[in-house]
């Protein structure tokens, strides 16, 4: 009998979809040539708990959720269908949670009790709601996802107080200034400018000096050792006592006239040596001379000392000669009455 080649296509077409649908589920761990030991789980939530996700023990494979439906119309819990891949020993205490992984998918993890009684294919087993991994840093991150919110909140509201400080007038008012700033600078620079040969010329002429005083270094130090000579000399020089010497002889000559003059009424007759002097113009005027003499004398010691004491500070001489005769006058200082 031949067979036609519509009927060889057919074969081969379901063979390659049934060797498609046997692969399929032996890459999703199910067994089509025996039948799986099935546990069900009624769940508040499933989170992202997808079909084919894996089931647990000890974080060893052991089944892979088979399919899940709502308990009710309100879904108020899912029921999910789980296939375990061999007969395992699972205590009937155990209790089954939602879990996952920050890269992989969710899984659901059952939690072995310790009671010496197994579930049979077809139980339920008891469920709870764990946090998991991915819910403990939902939880650790909420504080700080709050904090971020915050802060978000407060630069928002700064970004919107300083929208409101640069509003067009304020904008306008920086630009103002700004440019008078500008105009400011400009005009420093341009008095820079001008002024800047002055200046120069003006440290020109300090250099200058100072490079005179470094030139005569030598002759303001020998200036200074002369007046330092001479203050010296002025210091060590006996003025003070010959003027009051010169005072002293004054005084006498004045105690010595003022008692001649006493005893003129005594002797007022010409003989005898007193007579004659008292009755004697001409020596009365000589005395009289000498008695000016004197006081020019220390008149022009007390005005020009350097004329008696011959201090050189610089190297040069007094101009001026000593009084060889006592100087006119119009009235005699000290009368004689």
């Known amino acids: 009998m031949k067979i036609k080649n519509e009927v060889k296509v057919g074969i081969l077409a379901l063979s390659a979809i049934l060797i498609l649908i046997i692969g399929f589920n032996f890459l999703k761990g199910k067994s089509i040539f025996r039948k799986s030991p099935v546990l069900y789980a009624v769940f508040k939530n499933l989170g992202t708990l997808e079909k084919s996700n894996r089931v647990k023990i000890n974080g060893l494979p052991v089944g892979t959720v088979y399919n899940y439906s709502p308990t009710d119309k309100e879904v108020n819990s899912i029921l999910v269908e789980i296939h375990l891949d061999r007969e395992l020993n699972i205590p009937n205490n155990s209790v089954a949670f939602i879990d996952g992984s920050l890269v992989g998918a969710a899984f659901v993890t059952i939690e072995k009790g310790t009671s010496n009684t197994f579930f049979k294919s077809g139980d339920t087993i008891s469920t709870r709601l ?70 120069g010329k003006s440290l020109a002429n300090v250099n200058a000096i100072t490079g005179n005083l470094a030139k005569n270094n030598d002759a303001i130090t020998q200036t200074i050792r002369n007046v330092e000579i001479a203050t010296n000399n002025l210091a060590n020089s006996r003025i003070q006592e010959t003027v009051a010497a010169l005072e002293g002889t004054i005084n006498e000559l004045k105690g010595t006239a003022n008692q001649v003059k006493n005893m003129v009424g005594r002797f007022s007759t010409n003989k005898g040596t007193l007579g004659l002097l008292m009755n004697d113009r001409k020596l009365y005027d000589q005395l009289d001379k000498a008695t000016l003499g004197l006081e020019i004398l220390l008149d022009d010691v007390r005005l020009h000392p350097k004329r008696y004491v011959n201090i050189s500070v610089f190297g040069g001489k007094t101009k001026g000669e000593p009084l060889t005769s006592p100087l006119a006058k119009d009235t005699v200082p000290v009368s004689i009455k």
């Open 130 to 199: 764990d946090q998991g991994l991915i819910s403990n840093l939902k939880a650790q991150l909420a504080p700080t996802m709050t904090l971020v919110n915050e802060t978000l909140d407060s630069l928002r509201y700064t970004i919107g107080g300083i929208n409101h400080i640069f509003d067009p007038k304020t904008n306008g008012n920086i630009q103002s200034l700004i440019a008078n700033l500008s105009l400011s600078s400009a005009r420093l620079q341009q008095l820079l400018t001008t002024q800047s040969d002055v200046l």
